[in-house]
């Protein structure tokens, strides 16, 4: 999600009081948490409009920030997904296409620009899938602390070895943020729960036997709910940048899609993302444009508009001004996705999202 990384960018940018600077000066420096839930359909979350389950947390965060209504993930492949919100990029262009294909050291992460800014940053993973010593190479890149799985597993069970609930990922972060209370922190958080197989715990499980996949969902935002207490508890919260985004949906059973990874209908590409500005600028705000991702802003570019936003003087003054210029746009913009699977090879398949669940033209 571009606009993840251009938020973050004019964050760090007036944090640091001069876009030139390469430490940003103590007083200003904020957080910036960003937590990534796995194969979350914007459609099964409450502040979405689905009254059958309950997101308290996340319905929060849309409370007291900013709700992109229409965000969509340009692949419904995990570590693609999750490669272009660190870089900023398409799949095209980072080349992280499948599982194992390294994320190549010229493409710069979020991690390393922050982290050259003085930022602590650490990386909090849910599932083996992002495991930067197997499956996910190069993520783990600018993390000063990246939460890998255990070479040699103990269990047989898949607790541990490929998979970590959502309130043990939180508790390793909470962990190393209580070893690292210095900040300013970038820390990314990832729960996995609502990727299949569906097992929430109790009382989820019970709560939500019928619809399982809407239970995981339910844990994963309680997990969610524990982060954000911390953050209050620590008094981070109010004046951090917070974000939350899904890296793809799920397919439960439309067009013929149990899961996701091949088709690139709405059910497996659109996704939630919340904002929360410091000191809960823009509360409340709905943006009903679609957002991401066929703007293509190079490097000279988006330095341009990181230079705009530390001259502006005004915490996420051009964020807020884009937010407000979406808001009143009509959901014309369009969505490149790419790239999806079919018998489990890897194609290139182009879609463009030109109106409102419409899929204007693909290609493979
Ligand atoms: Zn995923």
Known sequence: ????????????????????????????????????????????????????VQTPSLDQLAKQGVRF???????????????????????????????????AASHLTLAETLKKRGYRTAAFIGAVI?????????????????????????TKSRWGRVERRGMEVVQHAETWLNAHPAGPHFVWVHLYDPHDPYEPPPPYS???????????????????GHFLAYLKKQGWYESSLIV????????????????????????TTHVPLLVKLPEQREAGRTVEAQVRTTERLPGPFLVRRIIRCALDGLLCGPFERKASSLSRRRSRNSTICLPTRTNSRTITCHGIRECRSCVKYSRS
Do not use: W
């Open 69 to 103: 209504t229409q965000a969509f993930t340009p692949s419904p492949i995990t570590n693609s997904s999750h490669a272009s919100i660190l870089t900023g990029l398409l799949p095209s262009a980072h080349g992280v296409s499948d599982f194992g294909v390294p994320l």
């Open 206 to 224: 019970e709560i939500y036997k019928d619809r399982l996949y809407d239970g995981e969902i339910a844990y994963a935002d309680s997990a969610l």
């Open 130 to 154: 992002l495991d930067s010593k197997a499956l996910a190479p190069g993520l783990d890149r600018g993390f000063e602390f990246y939460d890998n799985f255990p070479a040699q597993s103990e």
């Open 244 to 267: 939350v985004v899904g890296d793809h949906g799920e397919g439960l059973g439309e067009h013929h899609e149990d899961t996701h990874g091949i088709f690139l209908y709405d059910s």
């Open 1 to 52: 999600m571009r606009i993840f990384f251009f938020l973050v960018c004019c964050h760090l940018a007036l944090g640091s009081g001069a876009a030139g600077e390469p430490r940003p000066d103590k007083a200003s420096r904020r957080d910036v948490f960003l937590i990534t839930i796995d194969t979350l359909r914007a459609d099964h979350v409450h502040c979405y409009g689905y009254d059958r």
